[in-house]
């Protein structure tokens, strides 16, 4: 309910600045007409036109929705390893405080190096490898990864970490040891943290999939489509707009099964929810 | 007293934490089914020796010997159970898995864990909240689990680090009741750390008066009231005689603490 009255809000503004902005003939911070700004209800409508300009071909709706299935896949894949690859790395560095020290900046400076410099070069390096059914798709995903690990260990290392520094005494006087207590009382403690890195990385990956997918030249992701459209954005916006609509609904969707899944694992006091 | 097995046995326990001295040269012994409680203004170190007792932290000086073993190899063997002011309940788990906790960490079987956390709730009568959520509990009820949890594995010695301290009064006496009545029924070595006088003279076959800076003992006094206690035991005069002596014990803590170290000297 909450959802289709925020849905509708955001209509009623991107139609209410059109109309003000043409209305008055404001040019700042950029004119207003049917190529920058066009009809919400166009861009719906163009989903369901043809994909190609002359009116010929499938519907454009059809060609977009294959386009994120394959980016789903390419994003799903790089999201599990990215997810296993900085839960794994987090429980390392939080149980080796040595470790943690000497390479979480490293970590971190993982993720300024900017992903569109990243991502050719993994293409480059690791396509070559692959065996034929992941060529592509699987270098793609790598780079999806690339984007999901660093939110999962920053968190994971903060979620072990905040377990009550009593609860760990409790745990040493019934004389457990250190991966007891990791796997009985620090991992546990940090599920609300993990799946809050895991919500950004979900969305994060979809992101990475698809920058991932530009170097790459692959034709069947969404990535082609927004590099098509983006060809034409002068004589048909709507394509464009279009692609947005669809590559952001997958976000969302990748985003809300990892919210169905927490709701299914995480019971926790409602005020201890992250 | 004597002819009980000596529980716990501290040998010139002192306590350094940077500059400040914690803890200084603590000797006590605590027999076997003692009640014994430490009492002290903030800051005499009182709940630093509960947990030194309970290898929790390490003395800077002197033994800890509990069960004829060292204090490591005592929290090895699982010889203690621990409350603190916080019940500190995993949200996670349901009451019953909280209580199993212990359990699990012990591996124990699964069948045998059950019974016994059946048999702990009974004790401390939260038969029917097996399922409930900590969250769910009110303050009172948390405490008792918390407890239920450190009795699982039957521990030699229970220590408890002002258990009540943060219940409202009934609450706090009548958990006072069942307390006394799970240590007779449990057979368990308790120590007990509260700020309360009442509380302490009430509860205990002995209570260690405390004083700070630096930590030390200042008092031993032996409360000979009538085993068990009832709820008329506090009406006793002889009671109130006890929590007078105990304050008074408190107040030359204090007062030592304020004259000169040489005053100090002096009067020992």
Redesign the interface.
């Known amino acids: 309910m909450l959802f289709i009255l925020v849905l509708a809000a955001l209509w009623g503004l991107w139609e209410g600045y059109r109309w003000l902005w043409i209305h008055e003939s404001w040019t700042w911070p950029f004119v207003v007409n049917d190529t920058t700004m066009p009809h919400l209800s166009d861009i719906f409508a163009a989903l369901w036109g043809s994909a190609s300009p002359g009116g010929v071909g499938p519907r454009l709706i059809t060609v977009l929705v294959k386009g994120a299935l394959f980016t789903a896949k390419e994003a799903a894949a790089g999201f599990a390893i990215g997810a296993l690859v900085g839960f794994a790395l987090g429980v390392v560095l939080a149980q080796f405080r040595l470790l943690q020290r000497g390479l979480l900046p490293w970590v971190v400076a993982s993720q300024t190096v900017p992903i569109l410099v990243v991502a050719p070069m993994v293409v480059v390096w690791a396509n070559p490898k692959l065996p034929d059914g992941l060529k592509d798709w699987g270098a793609v995903a790598l780079i999806a990864a690339y984007l999901t690990f660093f939110p999962v260990t920053v968190n994971t290392i903060r979620g072990l970490n905040s377990a009550?520094r009593?609860?760990i005494?409790?745990?040493?006087?019934?004389?457990?040891g250190n991966w007891?207590i990791l796997w009985?009382?620090r991992f546990?403690a940090a599920?609300p943290y993990i799946f809050a890195a895991l919500k950004v990385g979900a969305t994060a990956s979809v992101v990475g999939a698809l920058i991932g997918e530009l170097p790459s030249s692959i034709p069947n992701g969404l990535g082609a489509q927004i590099i098509n459209f983006s060809q034409y954005y002068s004589t048909e916006p709507r394509g464009l707009w279009a692609t947005n609509l669809i590559a952001a609904a997958l976000g969302i969707s990748f985003f809300l099964v990892i919210v169905i899944v927490e709701k299914l694992v995480?019971?926790?006091?409602?005020e201890?929810l992250v | 007293m004597t002819d009980r097995a000596t529980v716990v046995e501290i040998n010139g326990v002192s306590k350094k934490f940077g500059q400040t001295t914690a803890l200084q040269g603590i000797e006590l012994e605590i027999a076997e089914r003692e009640f014994v409680s430490l009492i002290g203004p903030s800051g005499c170190g009182k709940s630093t020796l509960l947990?030194i007792i309970?290898?929790?932290i390490e003395p800077s000086a002197g033994t800890v010997v509990v069960n004829g073993k060292s204090a490591r190899q005592a929290?090895?063997?699982?010889d203690?159970?621990?409350v603190?002011q916080?019940p500190?309940l995993?949200?996670?788990r349901t009451v019953a898995k909280n209580v199993a906790?212990?359990l699990?960490?012990?591996r124990w079987p699964r069948q045998k864990r059950n019974e016994r956390v059946r048999k702990m709730l009974e004790l401390v009568e939260l038969q029917g909240f097996e399922s409930h959520?900590?969250?769910q509990l009110s303050g009172g009820m948390q405490q008792r689990v918390s407890i239920a949890r450190a009795l699982s594995?039957d521990p030699a010695l229970l220590l408890m680090d002002e258990p009540f301290g943060a219940l409202d009064e009934m609450t706090r006496e009548r958990l006072n009741m069942e307390l006394l009545k799970i240590w007779e029924a449990s057979g368990s070595t308790i120590v007990f750390v509260t700020h309360s006088i009442a509380e302490a003279v009430f509860l205990s076959t002995r209570v260690v008066v405390m004083s700070p800076r630096p930590g030390r003992i200042s008092e031993l006094i032996p409360i000979d009231l009538q085993q068990p206690r009832t709820g008329t035991t506090r009406e006793e005069p002889h009671f109130f005689e006890l929590v007078t002596r105990v304050r008074e014990a408190l107040h030359l803590g204090h007062d030592l603490e304020r004259a000169a170290p040489a005053a100090r000297e002096a009067t020992a």
């Open positions: 009550d009593r609860a005494e409790l745990m040493r006087s019934y004389a457990a007891r009985k009382l546990p599920l995480v019971r926790r006091a409602p201890n | 947990r309970g290898d929790l929290r090895r063997d699982r203690y159970g621990i603190f916080d500190v995993y949200d996670w906790l212990p699990e960490v012990a959520r900590p969250w594995f």
